[in-house]
């Protein structure tokens, strides 16, 4: 219940714009907003929000509030942000989905005194053409093809997997800016080691993702690694390569596939020797450590000196245990079931 009472549509917000205010001007509470790309329809939101409420418990002199939309588009989100600027909160936190979008209400907002930390998706511009929000509070997507790669190759020195002689990166969205820099951190770490390496575009209609790798890995006999962008094309690259009789197990023969995200299906895939390794980014690290940082700009003028990164960490067979039960804890067990489609 504390969840949804967070949880804001835009009427509502624009019904709380002047009660906000007129705390804002008392000083009486600070009045920070989260302004999300992450819907209730998705899990990960329980991150954020379960994080803004420990946020509360160590500073009850802030009203945090979350604001987001279940039809998700960049419109919709450029259109929250704005409705949010209008109710003057004291700080908001945004993930910049698209910087052409967010800039213009954003450098208004900052412009007017409003103070602005990106989280979960920075503006990936050079630092001189940003928008110049205090920091970003997030993961980075090159390091996490880049260290779930060195973890890979660690395996092969340990003898646990087969050495790579050709990976695959699989995606489902061509133009997506992140999932391209998932790629290029695994891309400079196989091809360091000797391996060939190619992007494939998948989609997300499995039926037609199954299809196209099958025709690659067809065609590219000397590919060993699948390297799945998602957490949720994972299972069809195992079962791909699976009915091919490539062995995609984790062990020293056939395909190796590795993954991303702390979701269910990419935990238990771990969990269940079909996934080598995959990451979490530190979700509730992003719904905390924003707002705390707003906090100390606000009241005391702190301003960090440079982006916090809050990941890659891998997640294997040594730590899957108790991200699984991490996970459960916070999506709840019947959404993490339904997430688990292996």
């Known amino acids: 219940m504390m969840l949804k009472s967070r949880i804001l549509a835009a ?7 002047l009660p906000g205010l007129s705390i804002a001007q008392d000083g009486e509470k600070l009045r920070f907003v989260v302004v999300s790309h992450i819907g209730s329809n998705d899990p990960n939101m329980n ?5 803004m409420d420990e946020f509360e418990k160590k500073y009850p002199d802030v009203d945090a509030e979350y604001i987001s939309t279940n039809n998700y588009s960049v419109q919709e989100h450029v259109r929250l942000l704005e409705q949010a600027i209008a109710t003057r909160p004291d700080g908001i936190a945004v993930p910049i989905v698209s910087p052409d979008a967010f800039e213009g209400p954003l450098r208004r907002a ?7 930390v990106a989280f979960n998706i920075p503006d990936g511009r050079p630092t001189e053409d940003r928008i110049p929000y205090l920091t970003y509070v997030g993961g980075d997507e ?9 973890y890979a190759l660690e395996q092969v020195e340990a003898g646990a997997i087969p050495a790579p ?4 990166c699989a995606s489902h969205d061509s133009a997506h800016e992140g999932l391209k820099q998932r790629c290029a951190g695994m891309r400079e770490v196989m091809e360091g ?4 390496f190619e992007e494939l575009f998948i989609g997300a209609e499995p039926a037609t993702a199954r299809n196209t790798l099958q025709s690659f890995l067809s065609a590219n006999t000397d590919t060993n690694y699948i390297f799945t962008v998602a957490g949720w094309s994972s299972p069809w690259a195992w079962g791909v390569a699976n009915d091919m009789g490539l062995k995609p197990d984790v062990d020293n023969e056939g395909i190796t596939v590795l993954t991303v995200d702390e979701g269910p299906v990419s935990i238990e895939g771990v969990r269940n020797n079909h996934i080598l ?3 979490s980014q530190g979700f509730w690290l992003q719904g905390y450590a924003p707002l705390e940082w707003l906090y100390w700009n606000t009241k005391f003028g702190y301003a960090p ?9 891998v997640i294997n067979k040594d730590n899957a245990e108790n991200w699984a039960e991490l996970v459960r804890n916070v999506f709840g067990e019947e959404a993490y079931n339904q997430q688990n489609t292996w």
């Open 11 to 17: 009427t509502a917000l624009v019904a709380m714009a």
């Open 47 to 51: 991150w954020l929000t379960m994080a």
């Open 110 to 116: 900052i412009e007017s005194g409003i103070p602005v």
């Open 142 to 150: 090159f390091l996490t093809g880049k260290r779930l790669g060195e």
């Open 165 to 168: 002689t050709g990976v695959v």
């Open 193 to 196: 080691a000797g391996a060939k």
């Open 277 to 279: 390794a995959t990451n």
């Open 305 to 313: 000196q440079q982006d916090i990164l809050t990941g890659p960490i």
